[in-house]
């Protein structure tokens, strides 16, 4: 009987364990002004199916994304293979601004050839045009490129469609919770565990090669930090002093580890670690809570969070001797988890806006304060590696779940998970 | 009845074959710190399922004197110890005085709103605040531990100043 029931109990928790929350992202709400294109169908004249759907694939990134809105097939009167075939009065017809046309090809050597051309349809200027060769199981990763590259030629910047979200999920009732840190694809599909544990997992971080990812676990019973090798697995344990060991953040040369430590005293405050030489240099020595520290993008300077004036608010500090930290935040009574943007400009913070916790900007002055999401309990803001989108944590139905706006605010994503609590994403840099 | 403790143990521990191997241990470095790595003392993933976070075991005074309950509760972003509780920390100081060898683990709490590294500061000050009071009382330093978890493990779910209440405290686990 036992024995039955410990079998129905396994089969039931090991593949939810092993398998990622299942995340599936859906736009709320889009760009009014967003752009008309049509992802024309990669020609195919090779026998046998096509291996992958490339254009498929763009037109979901490209949707997703909220700037887009691509045509759909179905609606196409013709399916030009070449820029030399686009016939740019019927595109105009259709009110679409630009046109994907394409092929796709194998390659003696058991590769493929991905040949690509963008076109604008009101001047017939071709904007794009690349071959690049991609192994079977790339194409999708070469789908994603193409996306990035049509996103910064229409738009001006790149896009991030090729980058990975990493997030914590807690499974189970209250008081018996399992935690898992995974990371994904940013569009949902390959979700892996990194690291699962009964104890709370927290704060993962990006290490800037996008090869390694800082958390703090509680796995051996206190908290202490991790730095993990994604490809390897291999976990280093960085820092566990007694008391707090959280809130790690690597600096821009990877080198050294932004952390918050309490040590005997039991009060927070911000150090920094060279990792390879286990240095420790203290950053802020006051008596009120200092933590949440985040790495302008120039490495010389750190943001952070202190109630050092009552509550909390956020604070910047040279990394030189003898700088003083600023107080950059006066809008609110509570300013907290600075998130800096890829050019220093913006500040994502969580904000208590009329008696909500929400996503708001900042400029790095600390003016101009936007507040972004609406939801009660919105925390733990980070920004995609293009500055275009914030990924935070919100509430869905009593859950934590995710939530995806851009920096303006115009759009919004709702990320579900199939199960479970998903929360504290964290959006990887780019992956070369 | 019994047999659902020794399943739970058996499970957990089949759950972590997809852990990751045994954490490598950085060595700490000597010269930045006199500090005695608490985390290092080779507790390790097989802790788990020694029953002691088993559903039943937090709320108890297992190993603490008798008749007297181990959770002490807070007011919305204090760390100050209401009157209400001096007796209460007066019996686990004594006890812990009385018995050398007890020790106790001081675990700090929030509730859910706010940031989640800044609720581990707060509740690392309301664990400090426990801990200063034991000693205050007769515990000695060897004898407390603490432990910040922050907002991560709530006592009860909800959304809810009632929930909230019960979720911002201290708890004095024994035997730890």
Redesign the interface.
């Known amino acids: 009987m036992?024995l039955r029931?410990?079998i129905v109990?396994?089969a039931l928790?090991?593949p939810a364990?092993?398998a990622g929350a299942q995340l599936t992202v859906q736009i709320l709400r889009g760009m009014a002004e967003s752009v008309p294109i049509a992802i024309v169908p990669l020609a195919w004249d090779a026998p046998g199916e096509m291996p992958w759907d490339v254009s498929a694939t763009i037109h979901a990134d490209l949707e997703r994304s909220g700037r887009f809105r691509p045509l759909a097939r179905t609606q196409m009167l013709e399916l030009p293979r070449a820029a030399s075939e686009v016939d740019a009065a019927d595109w105009r017809m259709l009110k679409v601004d630009y046109v994907l046309v394409g092929r796709l090809s194998p390659l003696p050597d058991g590769r493929y050839e991905v040949r690509y051309e963008l076109v604008s349809i009101a001047n017939g200027q071709r904007l794009l045009g690349t071959a690049m060769p991609a192994d079977r199981n790339a194409l999708k990763l070469a789908s994603h490129r193409i996306s990035d590259a049509i996103y910064e030629k229409i738009l001006g910047v790149r896009g991030a469609f090729a980058t990975r979200i990493a997030y914590v999920a807690a499974d189970g009732p209250?008081?018996?919770?399992?935690y898992r840190l995974i990371v994904t694809d940013v569009d949902g599909a390959n979700e892996r565990?990194v690291?699962?544990?009964?104890?709370?997992i927290?704060?993962p971080a990006w290490s800037p090669d996008g090869r390694s990812l800082a958390y703090v676990s509680?796995?051996?019973?206190?908290?202490?930090i991790?730095v993990?090798t994604l490809r390897t697995?291999?976990?280093?344990?960085?820092s566990?002093?007694?008391?707090?060991?959280?809130?790690p953040s690597f600096s821009p040369d990877g080198k050294q580890l932004a952390l918050?430590l309490?040590?005997?005293?039991?009060?927070?405050d911000v150090y920094v670690l060279t990792l390879a030489?286990?240095?420790?240099r203290r950053l802020t020595e006051d008596e009120a809570?200092d933590?949440?520290p985040a790495w302008a993008p120039d490495g010389r300077s750190i943001y952070f969070?202190s109630d050092r004036a009552g509550g909390?608010q956020v604070y910047n500090v040279g990394l030189g001797t003898g700088d003083r930290a600023r107080r950059i935040t006066f809008d609110g009574s509570?300013n907290?988890?600075p998130r800096v943007s890829p050019d220093g400009r913006q500040i994502a913070v969580?904000t208590l806006d009329r008696g909500a916790?929400r996503i708001a900007a900042i400029d790095a002055n600390g003016g101009g304060m936007r507040v972004l999401s609406g939801g009660?309990?919105d925390?733990?803001p980070s920004i995609a590696p293009n500055g275009a989108d914030i990924i935070y944590t919100t509430?869905d139905r009593?859950r934590d779940a995710l939530a995806i706006v851009s920096s303006d605010g115009r759009i919004q994503q709702r990320i579900s998970a199939s199960a479970g609590e998903v929360r504290?994403p964290a959006w990887s840099p780019y992956l070369n | 009845m019994r047999s659902l403790p020794v399943l739970l143990m058996i499970l957990c521990t089949l759950m972590l074959v997809g852990c990751p191997k045994k954490p490598t241990t950085v060595p700490e470095s000597s010269g930045s710190t006199t500090e005695e790595s608490a985390a290092g003392s080779g507790q390790g993933e097989g802790q788990v399922g020694d029953g002691s976070d088993l559903p039943g075991a937090s709320g108890s005074t297992t190993g603490g004197p008798a008749g007297v309950t181990n959770i002490i509760y807070f007011d919305f972003d204090r760390s100050d110890i209401r009157p209400e509780y001096a007796s209460l920390i007066n019996s686990h100081a004594k006890h812990l005085a009385s018995a050398g060898g007890a020790k106790i683990r001081v675990e700090g709490h929030t509730d859910e709103r706010g940031s989640r590294e800044y609720n581990i500061a707060l509740a690392e000050r309301r664990a400090q605040a426990v801990r200063r009071a034991l000693m205050l009382q007769g515990a000695g330093d060897a004898q407390l531990t603490t432990v910040s978890y922050g907002e991560e493990r709530p006592a009860v779910p909800g959304s809810n100043e009632s929930a909230y209440e019960k979720n911002r405290r201290v708890e004095l686990v024994y035997g730890r």
């Open positions: 036992i029931a410990l109990l396994i928790t090991l364990s092993q209250t008081t018996k919770r399992s565990v690291f699962a544990s009964p104890e709370p927290m704060s509680f796995h051996s019973g206190l908290a202490a991790y993990q697995g291999e976990q280093v344990r960085v566990a002093k007694s008391g707090i060991n959280g809130a918050t309490s040590r005997k005293d039991g009060n927070a030489t286990q240095e420790l809570i933590t949440e969070t909390p509570y907290a988890r969580v916790y009660q309990l925390e733990s509430r009593g504290e």
